[in-house]
């Protein structure tokens, strides 16, 4: 596995694939679990070569954020990387992405506030926008023939949706289903942060979640009652803990493909996803999992 630090040095390896080649890309802002892992995984199963990025990527982190303490775990990453079949990570450091004569950023209407007024893009106003751009230069260095993206982020995963149509990016993306530990909590670099106090009670948004998909299947598909479960079911669970402090962010049921806000009676909870994203203590945590899951 090479580990590569330029794009100078990228690109010069990149011409010596073949064209015709198939490439597998992973991008990855590093802290590197099961999850990321999985992604590799499929994607040296599926194709010739699989390169993988690690780069935490200010753009997508306001002041105030945890860029400083985002988990850095450089050796560690690069072993699960080369366990998992990646043949080439790119590692970029200093301003290699991001030189001071930078001055383009990329948006895409899925990720704006107005698309949904309860996502990540509507809390966190420039988190898509730097998403966007990363990833723009990230596919246009890699030229990937298939990229690789976790359900766990699934407004990321409509954001990628987007700019692979409207940008007419020749390649394929491929959402691959949320990795869980034993207990549910859908794996996170950010998971690292929790106290164990915290690690113990995590769980509780996969628990509300199913919570709302059990509701689903017994014949509740009004969104706004729906809602309310999950909000319900977080406020009973955390009423009465002690010394934990928990803020729910919001909860959402959108459209799967286009993340837009549904309302009233759903009409295909097939296509429907519900999303919650709580703080617990000074941990951002998000999961989502389709209203009725139909397997393949
Ligand atoms: P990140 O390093 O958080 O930017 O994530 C890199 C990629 O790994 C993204 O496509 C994520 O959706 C994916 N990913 C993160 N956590 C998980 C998980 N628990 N299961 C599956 N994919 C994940």
């Given at each position: 596995m090479k580990v590569v630090r330029t794009v100078l040095d990228f690109r010069g390896l990149r011409d010596l694939l073949a064209p015709t080649t198939s490439i597998g890309f992973v991008s990855t802002m590093g802290g590197l679990h099961e999850g990321h892992v999985s992604l590799i995984r499929r994607s040296a199963v599926e194709n010739r070569f699989t390169i993988v990025s690690i780069f935490v990527n200010p753009a997508q982190f306001a002041p105030g954020e945890d860029l400083s303490a985002y988990p850095r775990t450089e050796a560690s990453d690069l072993s699960k990387c080369n366990a998992a079949g990646a043949d080439v990570v790119f590692a970029p450091v200093g301003d290699?992405?991001?030189?001071?004569n930078f001055g383009t950023y990329v948006t895409t209407a899925v990720g704006n506030p107005a698309c949904n007024p309860c996502s990540e893009g509507a809390s966190r106003p420039t988190f898509f926008r730097g998403v966007a751009t990363v990833l723009i230069k990230l596919f246009s260095l890699v030229r990937p023939h298939r990229t690789y993206f976790g359900q766990k982020d699934a407004q990321q995963c409509a954001v990628v949706r987007q700019l692979v149509r409207d940008l007419w990016l020749d390649m394929c993306l491929i959402v691959c289903p949320t990795v869980r530990e034993a207990d549910g909590l859908a794996m996170s670099s950010r998971n690292a942060y929790l106290t164990p106090m915290e690690r113990q009670l995590a769980p509780v948004l996969f628990h509300a979640l199913t919570a709302a998909q059990k509701e689903c299947k017994e014949g509740v598909h009004n969104a706004e009652q729906l809602r309310l479960g999950v909000r319900t079911f977080l406020e009973r669970e955390m009423e009465?803990?002690?010394n934990v402090t928990f803020e729910l962010i919001y909860v959402s049921i959108c459209d799967c493909d286009t993340m837009k806000e549904l309302e009233g009676d759903l009409k295909d909870p097939s296509r429907a996803l519900i999303c919650t994203t709580a703080m617990l203590g000074k941990t951002r945590l998000l999961d989502n999992v389709v209203l009725i899951p139909v397997h393949k």
């Open positions: 290699e992405v991001y030189p001071s009465n803990v002690k």
